[in-house]
């Protein structure tokens, strides 16, 4: 019977470990969901930014190539500006762990 019993308590917690697992997964894939959103949100806020710097004080005729190269490069030190941040966040996590 205690072999029995062993046996029950090995197999819920092989359950609960197999739950937890799917569970981590899920939490990955959110996790790179909220990273695509915020890289979204960034991206939009760089590109309203850019337009209203544009608007502000020009007259009605504004270069649509030159505004649309302006946002690009924001876009692009936005970028590289998030690459650095994630560079250091691994970094510390890093050296967290070592």
Do not use: C, F, H
């Not at 939490?27 to 608007?55: D, F, H, I, N, P």
């Not at 190539?65 to 936005?78: A, C, F, N, P, S």
């Amino acid at each position: 019977q205690n072999e029995k019993e062993l046996q029950d308590v090995v197999k819920r917690q092989e359950e609960k470990m197999l739950q937890l697992i799917d569970k981590s997964g899920e939490v990955m894939r959110l996790k790179g969901e909220v990273s695509q959103l915020k890289r979204s949100l960034q991206r939009a806020e760089t590109e309203a930014k850019v337009l209203w710097e544009e608007m502000r004080g020009q007259e009605p005729k504004v270069d649509a190539t030159y505004v649309q190269e302006r946002v690009l490069l924001r876009q692009e030190v936005d970028k590289l500006r998030l690459l650095l941040l994630e560079k250091e966040d691994e970094n510390l996590l890093l050296s967290d762990k070592y």
